[in-house]
């Protein structure tokens, strides 16, 4: 038995059956979608990359008018958290690339004495046709008004002002409660893809993300500086030698320590692979920020760097940023993050193309939810809809996407305490990256089974 089939049943045995499609029939179709995607289906290398902003940005202050009127509708509804126009970085579209509304717009330029960059990265790569912006993106299980859900009884998912709820259904984006990600139903799918691969197709760094849970297959977590080691080994006494005798060959009389045992030499094995491909790499001529998402967008593009070594034509990374959640010190705190997400993803945009991979790889953001347009005097509270940022070259960038909303509490956007409703789902999102990663339209339905509900399914932001 080759080792991907070892673990992926390893894995699913002690699991005991958790990840298990709870809808039969679309597992059952989605294993005979699998077949068309052998060890031949692609000739070519690509990357996801899900930069996670846990807490819930409040990207109203991040994409913000800059035209009147749009702005003075901005600026009395933001009212203490309105961002002065002098502070904003001019986002210049392509050719019909403009927003909905018809508005000029920028980024918060967020700079100050000690960070003279702030979100100028981001800027630049919009306005030379590198980024895109997604205007008003959220969880959604069909298109819903205003007058529907202060109706009741609208269908929207569960505990939509719920951190870890709104965590998970970006994430899963499935009510059904099987927990399985939309990342790890591409990477069934596209399961034998990698033929060679010595680790998972998906990828996560410190952590597992819900993102990458799969049926058929496990997430690989790696740390900021490369595989982790196995504290068992390096303790002395008594605990080190049971390990020792438990991981020899044919030692074990029970069927799951056999399996602890097979998994766990595998685990060592592979974190020799990558440790050894790792440092036998040159390093990046790119400089990368020393903040927290620099440290781990620096790791992405070295594992993309020796993809080859890998064995890997396909990978979804997930990597993540914390301290989003600003229901006070919003003026004095997102700034700080937004300049440290900017210059990230700047760095690792530059990563790519010093590999000759820029159309190859894209990152793209996500987080728990945006937050009220309305302010609690120095903060957003939990809201709904946000916008969200595409970068790579295969992104047809220096455009919006979606419909922007009406920046107005009470408004026709406004579920209620300035709650904005998302016009675009998280579903139209994740399958028109799916769609360029290299999904049939055919099977998009089987990985998003809400996609159907909505007019567009591809919402043409990639190339």
Known sequence: MKRRQFLSSAIAAAL??????????NLGLLEAATRSYGPNAFNDYKALVCVFLFGGNDGLNMVIPRSDPHYGRYASARATLAVPRTKLLALTPQAGGGASD??????????SDNDSIGMSGLQGLFNNGRAAVLGNVGTLIRPVTRAQYRAGGAEVPPQLFSHNDQQAYWQISRVDGNGLGWGGRIADLLHDANPGAFIPMNIALNFESLLHRGQNGNQYVIGNEGPRTFSYFEWDGETRRRMLALMQQGSQSHAFERSYADAFRRARENADAVSTALESSAPLATPFPNNEL?????????????????????????????????HDRLLAEQPVLLSQLSQAMTAFHQATTELGLADSVTAFTASDFGRTLSSNGDGSDHGWGSHHLVVGGAVRG?????????????????????????????DQYAATLARWFGVGDSELNLIFPNLGNFATRNLGFMA
């Open 398 to 426: 220096g455009r919006y996407y979606g419909t922007m909303p009406t920046l107005q509490n009470d408004g026709p956007d406004d579920a209620g305490w300035g709650q904005i409703i998302p016009t675009t789902s998280v």
């Open 102 to 111: 018809g508005a000029d717009y920028g980024l918060q330029a967020c700079t």
């Open 294 to 326: 620099g440290r781990q967008l620096k790791m992405v593009a070295r594992l993309i760097k020796v993809r080859g070594v890998l064995g890997l034509k396909r990978q979804v990374y997930f990597v993540s940023a914390g301290g989003y959640d600003h």
């Open 16 to 25: 005991g059956g958790a990840g298990l499609y709870s809808a039969r029939g």
